[in-house]
């Protein structure tokens, strides 16, 4: 492009002042490209969630109108549909069963893996390496190939059409991954601070408690928000395992009971889409820094 | 889970104590233990829910296990003479094929894209970065209906603006014809799977020391020249765990197809997980549905392998 006839420029001047003025105008064309990456990047992201949240308060006659503009409200807005996904469908059950069945999988999966990961991280055994691969790699067999033993073993159990399902097979998905995560976060605290807790007098559980769970609690919290966005984000085990509406989970009740038949409530099907989007979304960003950092630890050593 | 299983390498602990002091001994028995029965818990639970359905899965492929009659018998090899008769299982296997490839490509490339957009300084970081994580961490079932909708056979908004660009006069019928749909359904996969891809490199390109950059920035390297002679052969072990942690969460995933065609029109995006699903819960032939899903393993082992040589090729750098 200009880059030739810069160059000549300075060839001319052979000042100081023109190579420093190509450097800034080098450096705002940068800037410029990555301001227009940043906001292509996001209008394609959140794109599809912008556009939910403006078919949300369109009136029908709006939307069912082909040649309307779909990013403009041709009619006036109408609060109408989010009002029926509140008072006529079960979306508050969903969330509300959505909601305590994250809790119990966080719950669980800290319970067992907090410990795990620390044994593999800290307590040199021989096989701790072998270990990790081998719980990283439960990871990758998928729901797909478990759903159908599961679903028996489901009836088996008598939790068939019950919430309750969800909250036993979950922790199975999430506890690989946390245990990855925590092997990271632990190997990243100086073993010193457990040696002096143990040379203070306690015992090597002791100094577990009152010393590494403390300095990880910030890498905790990241495995929390991944683990409550992986249960929330299940599809496959929830459709198989749970049928009545009162038992099911955001992420089947609203694609199953806001479409009946051939009929789409489309406005509300959006709505709770960005309701539910929007705040996992804003949450996960909080923590996002340390999540990476929990990745690349955990990657490191296998 | 082979290692669950192993005996304890006593004779290394011993060696060690021959060596060592005679406490040196205690404290090591103790940490044993107490590793065991850290890691234990865990190891238990998965071997009863992900370890012994995996062996279940692998017997009912190989009986006549139906919704209606629940009782194991033997079928032998006939769950899989039957699906391997079937030519909707060749199809599912190509699709699943082209699903993933085609997924694969366009998340690793978009991810490494987005990576190096994050990790810059700008204003306004923080909002472009909650924008970008929109597509991972919401529910999938949940945007593949906002992904419905937005490839509406009648009202896409897409359509809308191709029409008023001119490029079209109709609509586009995205779900309707088969190798449209198909690239719909590949392009909202990866919609969904580049923030995640984007995440994982993030952490590589944070990782690369500033002085190599510096230096070759010293040395007169370009942003380009950088870019593809220094940033990406060092981030290659990275890429490539982004690009088969995509490949296997592909490989294995049927809810975008679930939602947005239910493997249709006439099995022209059906998958191996999908078909599965539709064989063993809704069709309630639980036999064959194993045996398709079983299919899957193979594959996802040989993915697990290159994953852990990627891996270890990292902690060499």
Known sequence: MTAATVDESIKADASVEALRRRAIRRHRLARVGLYLAAIAAALVCAGPFLWSLITAFKQSPDLYQRDNNPFLYNLPSTRQHVAYLFQDTAFLTFVWNTLWVGVLVVAITLVLSLPAAYALARLDRPWSGPMAIAIFFVYLVPPTLLFLSLSRLVVAVHLQDNTWSLVLVYPTITIPVSVWLLVGFLKSVPKDIEEQAMVDGYSRLGAFVRTVVPLVFPGIVAVIVFTFTLAASEFIYALAFVAPTAEKVISTGVPTELVRGDVFFWQSLQAATVLVAFPIAFVFNLFLDRFITGFTMGAVKG | ?317
Not at chain 2, 73 to 80: R, V
């Open chain 2, 1 to 317: 889970m082979v290692q669950a299983t192993a005996p304890k390498p006593d004779i290394q602990v011993a060696a060690e104590d021959r060596v060592g002091r005679h406490d040196r001994r205690r404290l090591a028995d103790r940490e044993g233990f107490l590793a065991w029965a850290m890691l234990l818990p865990s190891v238990i639970y998965i071997v009863a829910l992900v370890g012994f359905p995996l062996l279940l899965a692998i017997a009912f492929s190989f009986s006549d296990v139906t919704t209606g009659d629940p009782s194991f018998d033997w079928a032998g090899l006939s769950n899989y003479q039957k699906i391997f008769g079937d030519p909707v299982f060749w199809r599912s296997l190509l699709n699943t094929i082209i699903f993933t490839v085609g997924s694969m490509v366009l998340i690793v490339v978009f991810g490494k894209i987005l990576a190096n957009i994050l990790v810059a300084d700008f204003h306004g970081k923080w909002i472009v970065r909650f924008l970008v994580l929109l597509p991972w961490t919401t529910p999938v079932a949940l945007s593949a209906i906002a992904w419905l909708w937005l490839l509406d056979s009648i009202f896409s908004p897409i359509d809308w603006m191709l029409r008023q660009v001119g490029l079209i006069n109709g609509n586009m019928y995205w779900l309707g014809r088969p190798s449209l749909a198909m690239l719909s359904v590949i392009a909202v996969h990866a919609w969904r799977l580049i923030p995640l891809a984007a995440v994982i490199m993030m952490a590589g390109l944070v990782a690369i020391p500033k002085d190599i950059q510096e230096q070759a920035e010293v040395d007169g390297g370009g942003y380009w020249r950088r870019m593809f002679e220094i940033t990406i052969p060092l981030m290659l072990p990275l890429i490539a765990v982004a690009a088969l942690f995509g490949a296997i969460v592909t490989f294995t995933d049927m809810t975008v197809v679930y939602v947005l065609t239910r493997g249709g029109p006439t099995n022209s995006t059906q998958v191996l997980s999908s078909w599965a699903f539709f064989r063993g819960i809704e069709g309630g032939d639980i036999g064959q549905g194993a045996a398709v899903a079983l299919f899957l393993f193979p594959l996802l082992l040989t993915a697990a392998i290159l994953i852990l040589r990627a891996v270890r090729r990292r902690e060499v750098l």
